[in-house]
């Protein structure tokens, strides 16, 4: 029970076994009350019925946009810390009754407070339950509030977000991009973003150490690497090279690579590679058949001439010569 209730209760209870008050505090106390109902009752003021819940009777809505999969005890345990600090789960999950299924609540906001909750009481504190608010809410509706209250936080990685949003569009919104932005009130480039990332290859985003890692950002400009064919290719070898690199780590042999040098090395390789000046062979400028000289190579714009130090000035300025006639040919 929120501590809102709480105090409700308290206020209501607290006169029961209690002197009676004197005459100024009984009506400042009912003063309060008369105007707590008649906000009520002109629509002024919302009661909001809250309920402790086993998490076990609830499950995640199938578009819900953190995966669940990925929450582990490393990444929950500043939740489930203040949990145990506080006593209770502060802020109740959104979930929507479910009729005729093996779970009673469908959880729409709430994933992480639903696996701290979950963590703890399969780890000897059995007597915290998960703390639900019920809403009769569409599935876009849905959509909109989880969104509203994820979008800032810095716990759901860009590339759930991408996910929900590419997923959304698609079933709310026909399509539309920009009914879905008018919708959300963010602007069509912003969520652009979002959808270049959820179509980001498979290859790619395995060779991060996890999904979360990738921003969108990171997609951003990757995408117009990714429509070069040559480019392209020499990213999702390098890509694959990485992911063998993470699956080791994930089994304990070697580091993992972190998410900006996976970035940067998956840059570097589409970068297109200066092409080595081509150097001939060479030809041997000399004052007469069988004498040393000058052995002259082009290469690129540039020429390069070599002869042994000691050869001899005629020998030299002959065989300079020689070369010139030949250029001037």
């Not at 019925?49 to 929450?71: F, I």
């Not at 919708?183 to 498979?202: F, H, I, N, Q």
């Not at 589409?270 to 002259?296: D, L, T």
Request: hydrophobic share 40%.
């Amino acid at each position: 029970m929120s501590k809102k209730h709480d105090a409700i209760f308290d206020d209501v209870l607290s006169g029961l076994d209690s002197p009676a008050p004197n005459s100024e505090r009984a009506g400042a106390r009912f003063l309060k009350r008369s105007t707590s109902i008649g906000e009520r009752m002109t629509g002024e003021r919302q009661e909001k019925t809250l309920h402790l819940v086993d998490p076990a009777r609830c499950r995640m809505w199938e578009r819900h946009n953190r995966d669940y999969a990925l929450l582990t005890e490393e990444n929950c345990r500043d939740l489930i810390d203040g949990i145990k600090a506080q006593g209770q789960q502060e802020f109740p999950a959104i979930v929507r009754r479910l009729d005729g299924s093996d779970h009673d609540f469908e959880v729409i906001c709430g994933a992480r407070r639903h696996y701290a909750v979950s963590w703890l009481r399969a780890n000897n504190y059995p007597q915290y339950r998960y703390l639900v608010e019920v809403r009769d809410l569409t599935d876009e509706e849905a959509f909109r509030l989880a969104d509203i209250e994820n979008r800032d936080r810095e716990d759901i990685s860009d590339y759930e977000r991408a996910v929900d949003y590419a997923e959304a569009i698609r079933l709310y919104y026909g399509g539309a991009q920009k009914a879905m932005a008018e919708r959300l009130e963010v602007s069509p480039p912003w969520l652009s973003r979002y959808l270049v990332l959820a179509k980001m290859p498979e290859e790619i985003l395995n060779a991060f150490a996890s999904k979360r890692d990738i921003r969108e950002r990171h997609a951003r400009a990757l995408k117009p690497l990714l429509s070069n064919p040559e480019q392209a290719a020499a990213i999702m070898e390098e890509a694959a090279f990485l992911a063998q690199t993470q699956a080791r780590a994930a089994l304990g042999k070697g580091a993992y690579i972190d998410a900006q040098d996976v970035f940067k090395r998956l840059v570097a390789v589409a970068k297109p590679k200066a092409k080595a000046a081509k150097v001939s062979s060479g030809k041997m400028y000399s004052r007469s058949a069988g004498e040393r000289g000058i052995m002259v190579k082009k290469q690129g714009r540039q020429v390069h001439m070599a002869f042994d130090a000691d050869l001899s000035d005629a020998c030299l300025r002959a065989a300079f010569e020689n070369y010139l006639k030949a250029r001037k040919s």
